[in-house]
């Protein structure tokens, strides 16, 4: 039976591969351990509540203790690093924060998979690093031929995208140093179910239902490649199943879209799917955020050669999707603004389901 470490499991898309996973394989464990800060969810789990292939455990990827203590009693095979402060905005407020868990939890979360893997020779194990297309900087609005390759030089331009660099670099030197097995995965902008909503696209989703506002940064015409978050979770799985050690995969949805495009589509189908009132008026333009990169786009072709791997979500199938389930999921868009989901986990993890 294979054992997986999912750290940051119940966040966005660590909650999405972890359901990805569990479709795919029936003879597995599935560690989910996540600090559960105000992006951690339990209930985007709640479904798998009392399947024997899942356990939870609330920890800090900076507590090493914890850590060696999961590894001395699990035969751990491989580790999924998707635990991250992820927001731009938050980072350019407070980096401190961003540096102290992307940057030294992923050394603490290194050096506890290295001890005991090296025992024997790192024999069947893996360490998948989740990292970010915005890495690479920024790439020119008039160059749209122009899109980053793995061999593209890293030149990160905010707090967030310098700390998941500096990750990427130390868990790429574990591998030439060590001879430890890794991989890391960069992709570009993921939208889908269970999004927090300070994203674009559940912010705008949820500001429409709620006939709010919705910021739009500078201009608008920032560009970003769009993937639907399931295509991300089966490229991952697959670069975990046959990803070269040592390289690097980039995921890409082929969708590049300008931000106000994409803010006018959703307003678009949802007053159709939704509520006949809502109009662009809602758009807000509000003064640019700091360094803000003007576009990016994901050259995937390195993991489709390799591993056969292609988004099968084109974005207005996936955009739809994602606005119905928000639309059925009110009460959990209403549970993660008010905090209520911390609540839940208190009343129905604290004491019964938590392994430490």
């Avoid at 790439?139 to 990427?168: H, V, W």
């Avoid at 429409?208 to 919705?214: R, V």
Wanted: hydrophobic letters at 35%.
């Amino acid at each position: 039976m294979d054992v997986y470490l999912i750290t940051g499991g119940a966040g966005f898309i660590g909650s999405n591969f972890i359901r990805f996973l569990l479709s795919k394989e029936e003879d597995v464990l599935v560690i989910n351990y996540d600090k559960l800060t105000y992006a951690g969810n339990l209930e985007n789990l709640r479904d798998y509540e009392g399947d024997e292939r899942l356990i939870f455990i609330r920890g800090d990827i900076c507590d090493k203790e914890k850590l060696e203590e999961i590894f001395a009693n699990y035969d751990i095979r491989f580790v999924v690093n998707f635990a991250a402060e992820s927001h731009v905005d938050r980072s350019i407020l407070d980096p401190e924060v961003f540096v102290k868990t992307n940057v030294l939890g992923a050394v603490t979360l290194l050096n506890v998979a290295k001890k005991h893997w090296e025992k024997n020779g790192f024999k069947n194990r893996r360490f998948v690093q989740i990292s970010t297309d915005e890495v690479y900087g920024e790439l020119p609005l008039e160059r749209l031929d122009l899109k980053f390759t793995e061999e593209t030089p890293l030149f990160p331009r905010n707090p967030y995208s310098s700390s998941k660099a500096s990750a990427d670099l130390i868990v790429m030197s574990y591998c030439k140093t060590y001879d430890m097995p890794v991989n890391i995965t960069r992709c570009s902008n993921n939208y889908g179910p269970y999004q927090f909503p300070e994203k674009l696209i559940p912010l705008v989703i949820t500001n429409c239902m709620n006939k709010k506002p919705i910021p739009v940064y500078g201009d608008g015409r920032h560009v970003r490649d769009w993937i639907y978050v399931e295509d991300h979770c089966e490229a991952v799985y697959m670069v975990i199943k046959g990803g070269r050690p040592g390289h690097v995969y980039n995921i890409g949805g082929d969708n590049e879209r300008h931000n106000i495009d994409v803010v006018k589509i959703i307003i678009n189908i949802m007053r159709d799917m939704y509520d006949p009132s809502i109009s662009e008026e809602l758009v807000l333009f509000v003064e640019d955020r700091r360094g803000h990169d003007r576009r990016y786009a994901i050259n995937s072709g390195k993991i489709q050669r390799e591993l056969g791997w292609r988004p099968r979500t084109d974005f207005e199938t996936g955009i739809r999707k994602t606005i119905e389930w928000y639309i059925k999921n009110k009460e959990w868009v209403k549970n993660v603004i008010s905090g209520e989901y911390q609540r839940y986990y208190e009343l129905n993890y604290g004491r019964r389901k938590v392994l430490g």
